[in-house]
Structure formats: structure tokens, C-alpha cells
């Protein structure tokens, strides 16, 4: 327990604005016993240059075709109405991020000296992108790489050399000195061939931490239950995660670990629709027509979101799988 506090402790910068909100924060919970947001995913775009099997985006792509995004201004609103429900860490997602036009003028709405500014990318773009990713202020940069074996790599990501130059990002974002993370797809296939392994390995000679994302069904994968993780490799994927070098994102939980959704993460479309994460392609509101804090109270409102939920829902959650989906 010590060691996973010490590694996840690495990615939260020496800000005294920022250690003291999330001191509140800590406080704010202990004594009024309610949940508050700690992190924001916002897509600021679903374009990208690759196609993989796994991609959550697919679906949350089709809810919101047709919609402009959101403008400026409308993006500095939700910021704002975000911080005040206890919002720490702003995390860009898409699509590509670095594809996004508008994603630096973006990226300034935030006021770095008290929120964690993280993205993740797949690489193709952060070698030529690092050095400005470190002057607009970024804490954390998370690279996925599905894979040791850039042949395979390559083949989920539908990129021929996407392996080589995603990892030429990473060095490049290591030489501007900022935290590189790496993302890694769990599924029954790596967890048994020992890929899963091999690149916690890697991970650990580059003194990086591999956080691991348990395979869901969605995307191409959708309504594939054979997708999911057999209970033998779920009990693999909670033995790796508890190594100083690996984490599923349920350890980034401001107490014991727990799926986030719903409770300390929201995700946010590049129209503005408000979803409990990525994962669950269900929309409860969108910031255009309410604010931010009503649309989470609403979700906090609706089960499961009401409790903590100790598992992934969306990996490790059978009846939350199986349940008919919200309209």
C-alpha cells in the first residue's frame, strides 16, 4: 500500500495552490461525508489518425454528429463550474488531442498554478509537440502503447510504425523533463502471453509507470462479452497492478481504490454532453443547456453512482454490463 502511495504521489506537482485544495478537498469528504469531482475528462476532438479495435470513441462519435463543439467561451464556463465542484485535474482526451486546432488556446482557459493539466496522446505527434506541451504547463502526458511487440502494436492501431514513433514521442517528452505515463489495453490474450509483463518490464528500466486499463466491450469490441476478462486473468490483472510500476486508474482514487465513474470523474464531450466516463456512452445533460453541477447531481442521483463501487463497472461489473442501457 505504502509503495502504490509513494508512485502515485510522483504525479502530483509541488504546487502550494493546488497541495492546498487537495487538502480541502480531503477534508471537505471526511467531514461532510459527500464525493467531489477530482478529474475532468474533456475530449476536445474525436479526429485521429489511427483506428483501434478497442477505441472508446466510436460510440460517443456517433451520439454527437452534427453538434458544433463547444466555443471558447463555453469551454471557460464548464472549467470554471468544474473547479467549483472540487475539480483538480483537467485530463484532454479525443480522438487526438494534439489534432485539435484550438487545443493550446484551450489548454490557457486553466490556471495551472492550482489543477494537475494532463492529456493522453497516442504519440504520433508529441516528439515535434513536447517541448510546447512543457511550456503550456503540462504535468502528465499518458501514452498508449497496446504492446511490447511493435508488430502487434501496429496491427491494433491500424498504423503501420505507429509503435516507433509513439515511443519517440515518449523519449522526446522525457528529454523535456515532463512525467510520461504509459497506457496499456488489458486483455485475456496479453495477460496469458505475458505481454502485459514484459511491458511493466520496460516500464520499469525507463523508471515510468504503465497504468492498465482493463478491456471493455466497446468500440469494435461492442457487445463482445468474450472481450471481457475470465475471472483466472481478472485476478492476473489485480496482481500486476500492485507493483510499484503498474496501476489500474481505480488506485488514483482520493481514498481506497474504486472505480471513479460518476463520483470523481466526469467526461465531457467535444459538444458539451456529460457522460459518467468514456466507458458509459450514456449522456446525462450537456453544459450548454445546464450546468455542470446539476447534470453530476443528477447522476449521483441514479444508480450506481450513489455508492462506491470497489470494481471497474464496466470491466468487472456484471449486472452493471448486462443492465439495459439508459436511452
Not at 500500500?1 to 510522483?10: A, E, F, P, R, Y
Not at 453538434?67 to 471557460?76: A, N, R, V
Not at 483538480?88 to 486553466?110: A, M, Q, S
Not at 481504490?257 to 463520483?263: E, I, Q, V
Request: proline share 4%; net charge neutral.
Amino acid at each position: 500500500m505504502m509503495s502504490k502511495i509513494i508512485s502515485n504521489l510522483q504525479y502530483v506537482p509541488a504546487k502550494p495552490m493546488l497541495l492546498g485544495r487537495i487538502f480541502v478537498n480531503y477534508l471537505s469528504q471526511i467531514v461532510l461525508r459527500r464525493p467531489l469531482l477530482r478529474v475532468v475528462n474533456f475530449a476536445v476532438n474525436y479526429a485521429c489518425q489511427l483506428s483501434c479495435q478497442h477505441c472508446s470513441a466510436e460510440g460517443i462519435k456517433d451520439q454527437n454528429e452534427g453538434q458544433g463543439k463547444l466555443t471558447l467561451d463555453e469551454i471557460k464556463k464548464f472549467f470554471k463550474e468544474a473547479e467549483q465542484c472540487g475539480t483538480i485535474n483537467y485530463h484532454f482526451t479525443g480522438g487526438e488531442p494534439l489534432l485539435e486546432k484550438r487545443f493550446y488556446d484551450i489548454v490557457l482557459l486553466i490556471r495551472k498554478d492550482r489543477n494537475i493539466l494532463s492529456m493522453v496522446t497516442n504519440g504520433l505527434l508529441l516528439a515535434e509537440e513536447a517541448g510546447r506541451l512543457k511550456d503550456a504547463g503540462f504535468d502528465l502526458i499518458q501514452v498508449s502503447i497496446d504492446s511490447p511487440d511493435p508488430d502487434v502494436h501496429d496491427k491494433i492501431r491500424g498504423y503501420p510504425g505507429a509503435h516507433q514513433k509513439s515511443w519517440e514521442g515518449v523519449e522526446a517528452a522525457l528529454d523535456q523533463k515532463l512525467k510520461v505515463m504509459l497506457c496499456m489495453v488489458a486483455t485475456n490474450e496479453n495477460l496469458e502471453n505475458g505481454e502485459v509483463e514484459k511491458q511493466i518490464e520496460i516500464c520499469r528500466k525507463k523508471g515510468i509507470v504503465l497504468q492498465i486499463l482493463p478491456a471493455r466491450n466497446v468500440g469494435k469490441w461492442e457487445g463482445e462479452s468474450s472481450a471481457l476478462l475470465s475471472e483466472e486473468n481478472k485476478t492476473k490483472f489485480y496482481r500486476l497492478v500492485q507493483g510499484f510500476y503498474a496501476r489500474w486508474d481505480g488506485q488514483s482514487s482520493y481514498f481506497p481504490p474504486c472505480c471513479l465513474a460518476g463520483r470523481e470523474r466526469l467526461y465531457i464531450s467535444p459538444t458539451g454532453d456529460v457522460y459518467p466516463c468514456d466507458f458509459i456512452q450514456e449522456s446525462y445533460g450537456n453544459v450548454r443547456e445546464e450546468s455542470l453541477k446539476k447534470i453530476w447531481e443528477r447522476i449521483l442521483s441514479t444508480h450506481p453512482y450513489q455508492q462506491k463501487n470497489r470494481e471497474c463497472l464496466t470491466a468487472f461489473n456484471e449486472e452493471f454490463i448486462r443492465r439495459p442501457k439508459q436511452s
